[in-house]
């Protein structure tokens, strides 16, 4: 795979992740509205400004793997991506869609876990791309905590 082909690959990981994400999040806002919520929950807000952030440092950490990674190592990050991105959009789909909120929180504990073996991978590329990453994969290991919060508060989903 070259290295244009590698890079629009993980800029399209990164925008299906964004739109697919978003489509299942404003699936029936008022019964997200109507849970009980972990005390930990951070403002509303903090999510709007966040995940922007995140799917920006996603996008541009991956277009600069692309470019200076070797094929092979480039094409494992991007394997690493990918399967992250299918259960983080699985806990979004599991949350929102049929309010399965135990399954959606290990499916996006392992999206984390994945994140942050992501981390690394880019870290070893150049260590600064893994500093990039590093407030995503602490968002997602929040993220993960505040899921399990949300499935032992709200156990009939």
Known sequence: MDRTL???AFVAVVVAYAVLSTVWVSHE??????LD???????DLVF??????NFLALAGTGLVVAQQATTGAGLRILGVL???VVLALAWAY????????DAAAWSLAGAAVLTWLLLVL????AWWLGALLTPYACWLSIATAL???????????
């Open 147 to 157: 899921a399990f919060g949300y499935a032992r508060l709200n156990p009939s989903g």
């Open 37 to 43: 919520k972990p005390s930990f929950q951070p403002p």
């Open 29 to 34: 806002p008022g019964w997200y509205a109507a």
């Open 48 to 53: 709007g400004v966040i995940w922007p952030l």
């Open 82 to 84: 990918v399967v992250s």
């Open 94 to 101: 599991l949350f929102y869609v049929p309010h399965r909120l």
């Open 122 to 125: 880019e870290a070893r590329v």
């Open 6 to 8: 590698l890079s629009v």
